[in-house]
């Protein structure tokens, strides 16, 4: 069974960093492009980005509002995403989700979610 | 980036209605289009990809059409378990976006 779980998640105050974990089983992780994915209390879902698998270089893309302030990162050994979030803002706090994403096709699985308050 | 439009924003149906929901692109996506439910407190569950075939283990009441620009859901025969916000994405080009979302409520 597939199963992705996120953590990592809690209070931080605005500038400062958090790292989310991804742990993922029941596939060959390495096979698998990861893709991170927010939604704000009471709104809509927004992707955040997403790391290839290393068949395809293993590279990174970003949404426009975190490029720059987040970094994804992979240890397939330890079948494991990461989202590293530096210098919070008060409207970075969601939930944040991770998934498994096939070459050309959308997400098919989730996790449960870690919630991210970036607040004083 | 590409704009996803969504409508309604929300409706109310009763056990068996036959409910319909549209989702509108932006610009043409061809058919990289997917739709999720969500139950609130949950993560979002795929339903349909490439906007008409139906994810493993999703019930057959559920249907997906449309290319291009426009696209529909369609759920043939409510279930007390559907009530739910339903979301649309593209999937044609960086960065994948969302509609805003159709929530389905009890009438």
């Known amino acids: 069974e597939v199963q992705l779980v996120e953590s990592g998640g809690g209070l931080v105050q605005p500038g400062r960093s958090l790292r989310l974990s991804c742990t993922a089983s029941?596939?060959?992780?390495?096979?698998?492009?990861m893709s991170w994915f927010r939604q704000a209390p009471g709104k809509g879902l927004e992707w955040v980005g997403f790391?290839?698998?290393?068949?395809?270089?293993?590279?990174?893309e970003y949404a426009a509002s975190v490029k720059g302030r987040f970094t994804i990162s992979r240890d397939d050994s330890k079948s494991i995403a990461y989202l590293q979030m530096n210098s919070l803002k008060t409207e970075d706090t969601a939930v944040y989700y991770c998934?498994?994403?096939?070459?050309?096709?959308?997400?098919?699985?989730w996790g449960q979610g870690t919630l991210v308050t970036v607040s004083s | 980036a590409i704009r996803m439009t969504q409508s309604p924003s929300s409706l109310s149906a009763s056990t068996g209605d036959r409910v319909t929901i549209t989702c509108r692109a932006s610009?043409?996506?061809?058919?990289?289009l997917a739709w999720y439910q969500q139950k609130p407190g949950k993560a979002p569950k795929l339903l349909i990809y490439?906007?008409?075939t139906l994810q493993s283990g999703v019930p057959s009441r559920f249907s997906g059409s449309g290319s291009g620009t426009d696209f529909t859901l369609t759920i043939s025969c409510l279930q007390s378990e559907d009530f739910a916000t339903y979301y649309c994405?593209?999937?044609?080009?960086?960065?994948?976006?969302f509609g805003q979302g159709t929530k389905v409520e009890i009438k």
């Open positions: 998934t498994r994403v096939s070459d050309g096709d959308p997400p098919d699985y």
């Open positions: 029941g596939f060959t992780f390495g096979d698998y492009a």
């Open positions: 790391i290839r698998s290393k068949a395809y270089g293993g590279t990174t």
């Open positions: 610009q043409g996506i061809s058919s990289y």
């Open positions: 490439a906007a008409s």
């Open positions: 994405q593209q999937y044609y080009s960086y960065p994948p976006t």
